[in-house]
């Protein structure tokens, strides 16, 4: 087969020679029209789909000479010179008549789509001194006839997926500089003669073949002109040749990811004095710490790590390592005092040394090093107290100790680094309280878990605008944890097993594994074995007993006063009611609502609902038609001017998600509000109906309408709207289940202060209401959000937003919250009525509804986004199975 390749392409040739000799040129013109011909002929060869040559062509006007067409370079006689075409998204096939041109030296397509062998006739271009082919996906074998390419000096094969041995016949190359064959399938061994006549050798790179499992030829180390060897990530190994010592021009040796056993030759570093890079890491390495290693001062990376390397670092082998910026020996077996003159080194900026056996102090700071950016010194045996120039290092952004036997207290400045990021002192005997640490401004990281530190949380945490992980476990603090800390957006924050009491602020307690907080009895707060309106300590169970008595009793009284004020307010209520000349009617629709059966229907016979404003009555009128009122105590004084401009403003609203506002009636001190009236019910009804099951697909659309009803208020009317109420009894569903909004903007009608007033005194809603709202800010579209993940919340799990009072659950944000941070509790949440054929979707769902619930409003998605996703789950849901719920309520 091969012969025949041969064969066809030695034909190919031969014709193209007779083709040539026969167009011979007799003027330089002619020439230059033939070599015109091959490069179009090369062109046609290729595919071009970004038309990236769409200048190689005769035809353009101005006619531009082929010396300026993209990537061709001439030589001084006008006959092209170099072909450089990387990064073009060519492919198809590379013409033999690349090899016509008689002063061809440099071919370069890397960077495109080439997907063939690399053809055979391409050893027909002697003249090459460059052969580019990197990065294309080129298959099959090097071909042994590459030896033909005589005056080559760089030949870059790298990243395609060449196979098969690499060829001897690679090493008659003798003028070769540069061998990239790094990141193909070549396999089996190196031949090591091949490298035998290779002098003028520079650069060599047999990186990334993983089926290449060879030993380093020896005769490497002969090829004195070597700068830079790559032999990572393959399958090498074997000893590192002594030979090497004596490459003294090498600047790069990168012989990691491999298998290489035994130790480093003795006098390392001595011979190779420009070494810049030695990277070793990840092999099966063995012995001492190379003492010559920076002999030569230009060494700036050093990796030993994951080996077996033992024994000492003496300080005496870092004294010439002044250029050193990355030292790396971690996940060793080194021992003994750690090196104190690394912090010396005027340009280290990496120190990685855990999983050692360094023992001893963590050596003070003779100088502040003025570029140190990493320390990570984890799991050795390290003892004493932690630097005290620390803090001065104002570079440092991580440092990671943990896992010593450190001991003493933190030195106030220890987090004085502007840009320290992480600290890591978690498992050692740390003692003394946290200091305050104020200049830390970009940490991020806090672990300071299983240590003694004594004394309070300093609050000054608070303030440190983006601590997203605190772990301050299994110390003995104490006090209470600072209500700064509501201020972080925490992504963990674990405080179990110290001796923290009081209060703990509202937003770590929702969102937070519970588990974070175990192990304090004297905390509490909601979802905790104590509340908080009870003394915090601990308590005798007779106590306990009394103070329950108490309460009760409370609790009845209580109930006793606000049953006979509220007959005092009924009573009130029906006088004016009698009275109608101070009843104000203001309608938006044409319906008639005639004032006797307006008050006549005003009895609790017509109750349908019951919320933090008031009640909701469905009231027959005379015509037939119902109507919904919504009867609101007008505590805020508002003028009857002032309620109908608000009203008017509720009243514009329409769209299809959005229920109707007929229009009101008001008097001084109470105003009701008529609402278009659904028969079915509202979304709370429905979904905790126990003989109808809503569909997944329902579920969605459901989801969806309500979604779209949002953005219609946050976004497309004008004045912008906040629902600021929004629950599943505020869903009407009508008999498509097209869910309609209703109980919007209250607060304009009732105004803020007495808004929220009642939202504080209504508790049956209060797990809608999104955490900062508890913190008096100002409620935006994003606490909207967080009530509407809320709902999709209900609806994935067929549970109430109120879950019924039990040990582990307080409301449904909190539940979910904790299940699905257990192995499977995703699945656990879903609302098992729904078939398994949903769970992806209803996943998919959680996620959403989770984000919308997060504790921090500005992850929480806006409400477009929300449509878009439920959009996009509702077509899957599709096709909906044509089901209208019946009309029961009539
Ligand atoms: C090459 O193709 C890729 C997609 O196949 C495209 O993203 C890229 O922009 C193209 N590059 C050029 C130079 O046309
Ligand atoms: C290439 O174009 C430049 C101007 O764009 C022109 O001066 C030059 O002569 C052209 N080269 C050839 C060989 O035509
Ligand atoms: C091959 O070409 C690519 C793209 O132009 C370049 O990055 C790479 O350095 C070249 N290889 C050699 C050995 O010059
Ligand atoms: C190369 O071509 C083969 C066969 O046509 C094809 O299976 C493969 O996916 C192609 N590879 C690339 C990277 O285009
Ligand atoms: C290296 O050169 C010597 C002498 O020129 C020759 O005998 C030998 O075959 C060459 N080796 C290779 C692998 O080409
Ligand atoms: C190292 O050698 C072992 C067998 O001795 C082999 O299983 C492993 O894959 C090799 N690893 C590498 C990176 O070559
Ligand atoms: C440091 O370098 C000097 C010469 O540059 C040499 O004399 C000395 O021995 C070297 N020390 C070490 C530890 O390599
Ligand atoms: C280690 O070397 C540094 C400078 O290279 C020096 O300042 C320090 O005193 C030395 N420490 C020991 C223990 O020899
Ligand atoms: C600590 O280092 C030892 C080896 O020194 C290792 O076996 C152990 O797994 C490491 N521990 C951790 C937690 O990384």
Redesign the pocket.
């Known amino acids: 087969m091969a012969t025949t390749n041969t064969f066809t392409a030695t034909l190919l040739f031969i014709f193209f020679c007779v083709f040539f000799f026969l167009a011979t040129p007799t003027s330089s013109s002619t020439q230059e029209q033939h070599e015109e011909e091959l490069l179009l002929d090369f062109k046609s060869a290729i595919n071009d789909p970004a038309s990236a040559l769409s200048d190689w062509s005769p035809e353009t006007s101005p006619k ?2 082929f ?2 067409w993209t990537g061709v370079s ?1 030589s001084a006689i ?1 006959t092209v010179a170099s072909l450089e075409l990387p990064h073009l998204n060519l492919s198809g096939d590379i013409s033999a008549s690349a090899c016509l041109f008689p002063h061809l030296s440099s071919l370069n397509l890397a960077h495109n789509n080439f997907n063939s062998s690399i053809p055979l006739h391409l050893s027909q271009c002697t003249g090459l001194r460059t052969l580019n082919l990197s990065h294309n996906s080129f298959w099959g074998t090097l071909p042994d006839q590459i030896s033909d390419l005589a005056s080559l000096q760089s030949l870059d094969l790298s990243s395609n997926r060449l196979e098969g041995r690499i060829p001897l016949s690679l090493g008659s190359l003798i003028g070769l500089q540069v061998l990239n064959l790094g990141a193909n399938l070549f396999a089996g061994t190196v031949d090591p003669s091949i490298f035998a006549n290779l002098t003028q050798l520079v650069v060599l790179d047999l990186s990334q073949n993983p089926n290449l499992g060879s030993e380093l030829p020896e005769e490497i180390g002969s090829l004195g002109k070597l700068r830079s060897i790559s032999m990572q990530n393959s399958r090498f190994y074997g000893k590192i040749p002594f030979t090497f010592l004596s490459l003294s021009e090498l600047e790069v040796l990168d012989l990691s990811q491999n298998n290489f056993t035994g130790n480093i030759p003795l006098g390392f570093g001595f011979g190779n004095r420009k070494l810049v890079t030695l990277d070793l890491s990840q092999n099966k390495l063995s012995g001492l710490f190379p003492a010559d290693v920076c002999f030569g001062k230009a060494l700036v990376e050093l990796s030993l790590h994951d080996n077996s390397f033992i024994g000492v670092i003496a300080n005496s082998s870092l004294g010439n390592c002044s250029a050193l910026q990355r030292f790396q020996v971690q996940n060793n077996g080194f021992g003994g005092a750690f090196p104190s003159g690394l912090w010396s080194l005027p340009d280290i900026r990496l120190v990685r040394a855990e999983n050692n056996r360094f023992s001893g102090q963590i050596p003070e700071l003779a100088s502040i090093p003025p570029r140190l950016e990493q320390v990570q010194i984890d799991n050795n045996s390290f003892s004493g107290g932690i630097p005290q120039n620390l803090g001065l290092i104002n570079t440092l952004y991580r440092f990671s100790a943990s896992l010593n036997r450190l001991n003493g207290s933190l030195p106030e400045n220890f987090c004085d680094s502007p840009v320290l990021s992480i600290i890591n002192l978690s498992h050692n005997s740390l003692s003394g309280p946290i200091p305050e640490l104020r200049n830390c401004k970009r940490l991020v990281s806090l672990y300071l878990a299983d240590n003694s530190f004594t004394g309070k949380i300093p609050p000054s945490l608070g303030h440190l605008p983006v601590l997203t992980y605190i772990d301050l476990s299994s110390n003995k603090l104490s006090g209470e944890i600072p209500q700064e800390l509501s201020n972080l957006k925490l992504a963990l924050f674990n405080v179990s097993f110290n001796q923290l009491s009081g209060n703990v602020p509202p937003s770590l307690i929702s969102g937070l594994p519970a588990s974070y907080l175990q192990g304090n009895p004297d905390l509490c707060g909601p979802g905790l074995p104590n509340q908080c309106d009870l003394p915090p300590r601990r308590r005798s169970p007779r106590t306990g007993e009394l103070i329950l008595v108490l309460i009760l009793v409370l609790a009845i009284l209580g109930f006793l006063l606000f049953a006979a004020g509220y007959f005092a307010v009924y009573q009130k209520f029906e006088e004016k009611a009698k009275n109608t000349d101070c009843w104000k009617f203001v309608f938006f629709y044409p319906i008639k609502v005639a004032e006797e059966e307006l008050f006549a229907g005003l009895n609790d016979k017509n109750v349908r609902g019951r919320g933090a404003f008031g009640k909701v009555y469905v009231i027959k009128l005379h015509c037939g038609e119902f109507v919904a009122v919504k009867r609101l105590v007008n505590s805020g004084n508002l003028s009857l001017r002032a309620i109908k401009s608000e009203m008017k403003l509720l009243a514009k609203a329409r769209h299809r998600n959005i229920n109707k506002v007929l229009g009101f009636c008001f008097s001084e001190g109470e105003v009701l509000i008529f609402y278009e009236y659904v028969k079915n019910g509202s979304l709370g009804d429905v979904l905790y109906r126990s003989d109808f099951v809503l569909e997944w697909n329902e579920r969605v659309k459901i989801a969806l309408g309500i979604a779209q009803g949002l953005v219609y208020l946050h976004k497309d009317y004008v004045p912008r709207m906040l629902h600021r109420d929004l629950k599943s009894n505020n869903v009407l569903l009508d008999d498509d289940l097209e869910p309609r909004i209703t109980g919007f903007g209250l607060d304009r009608v009732l105004g803020e202060a007495s808004y929220r007033l009642s939202m504080a005194s209504e508790l049956s809603s209060c797990c809608y209401i999104a955490p900062e709202h508890g913190c008096n800010k100002k409620a935006t579209d994003l606490t909207d959000v967080y009530s509407f993940g809320v709902i999709l919340l209900e609806l994935i799990t067929g549970r109430p937003a109120e879950q019924p009072a039990s040990r582990e659950s307080v409301d449904i944000v909190k539940w979910v919250r904790r299940k699905v941070n257990t192995t499977d509790g995703s699945l656990q949440v879903l609302d098992r009525r729904i078939s398994v054929v949903a769970q992806r979707e209803m996943l998919r769902a959680l996620d959403l509804a989770l984000r919308c619930t997060s504790v921090m409003p500005q992850i929480r998605p806006a409400m477009d986004e929300v449509v878009r996703t439920l959009q996009s789950l509702y077509y899957v849901a599709r096709p909906p199975s044509v089901l209208s719920i019946e009309t029961s309520l009539e």
């Open positions: 531009s000479h010396c300026n001439c006008n």
